[in-house]
């Protein structure tokens, strides 16, 4: 027989086996073991839950935790740790817009070290204003930023009765103001900061005293503000943390006549002495100041 010929049929041969035991493999019931594909493991940064404006205040309602692949966390990426919630993580105002789903990252915020911080840190429709300030009117160095205050003006008044002689209406006036008067202007008002620093830190040691405050006021508050500044020494009240209430009613004014009860005494000792409900009247006559004791 040819060589060719068995060459060929050697070959045809092979094949065949190698089919049939191909087949039979298929035939026998073999099970391919399963692929298990391995989860990446996953970490969970904060993100903005709906799109933020420059300037906006970050808070629970606009930022919330998102699920991330762990090795594509990126630098500046805020990861949870326990069971914080977004707004005991981070939290500031931004530098610049951020769309939802995009994740927020600290250097999206304004530095307390940049000039508009203080700007970027003002609630809407506020105005940052200026005060100047002593140890006694800012409660010793007590009021640091963020705190909230009341605000009181203490101011002379002299209030003279130029109509007909009445002795009644000239105790009255005596008998409520000489001089000076203190009242409160302005209530719950946020310290936004002391001279150049405008938030706490927590390596001061020492309380320090400013020479300014700067206050966050509506623009009728800056009205006040700048008249009151003129027209009398201001002081600051530092409110208890938490208290917010305003009072709906204003008490009668503090004045010097009223601080104390001694004119009262005084008359009425004089009225036991004398039988007579003695009064002292004052009478201005230019630069002439003269008292006089008269009965009703």
Excluded at 29 to 43: C, F, N, S, T, W
Excluded at 101 to 118: D, H, I, W
Excluded at 211 to 224: H, I, Q, S
Excluded at 257 to 265: C, F, K, L, W, Y
Aim: charged share 25%; net charge negative; glycine share 8%.
């Amino acid at each position: 027989m040819n060589r060719n010929v068995m060459i060929v049929l050697a070959g045809g041969f092979l094949i065949a086996v190698l089919v049939a035991l191909l087949v039979q493999a298929s035939l026998s019931g073999g099970k391919e073991e399963p692929v298990v594909l391995k989860e990446e493991p996953k970490v969970q940064i904060i993100v903005a839950s709906k799109n933020l404006k420059i300037g906006a205040e970050l808070s629970d309602e606009n930022m919330k935790w998102q699920e991330w692949p762990k090795n594509a966390v990126f630098p500046g990426a805020v990861l949870r740790k326990g069971d914080k919630k977004p707004s005991e993580t981070l939290d500031g105002r931004l530098l610049r817009d951020i769309k939802e789903g995009e994740p927020v990252v600290k250097s999206a915020l304004v530095p307390e070290t940049q000039g508009n911080f203080l700007a970027a840190s003002l609630g809407e429709g506020m105005r940052a204003f200026a005060i100047s300030v002593n140890a006694s009117s800012m409660v010793g160095g007590f009021v640091g930023p963020g705190d909230y205050v009341d605000i009181l003006m203490t101011y002379k008044q002299t209030i003279r009765y130029n109509g007909p002689e009445n002795v009644e209406i000239t105790n009255m006036i005596e008998k409520n103001i000489n001089k000076l008067a203190t009242e409160t202007i302005l209530e719950n008002v946020k310290v936004m900061a002391v001279d150049q620093t405008a938030s706490r830190s927590d390596d001061d040691e020492k309380i320090k005293v400013g020479k300014t405050v700067t206050l966050e006021v509506d623009y009728k508050g800056v009205e006040v503000l700048a008249l009151a500044s003129k027209m009398g020494e201001l002081s600051l009240s530092l409110r208890r943390l938490g208290d917010d209430g305003i009072l709906t009613e204003r008490p009668p004014v503090t004045t010097d006549a009223r601080v104390t009860n001694i004119s009262d005494e005084v008359y009425d000792e004089m009225t036991k002495i004398t039988g007579q409900a003695a009064k002292i009247v004052r009478i201005y006559r230019g630069d002439v100041v003269e008292d006089i004791s008269v009965s009703p």
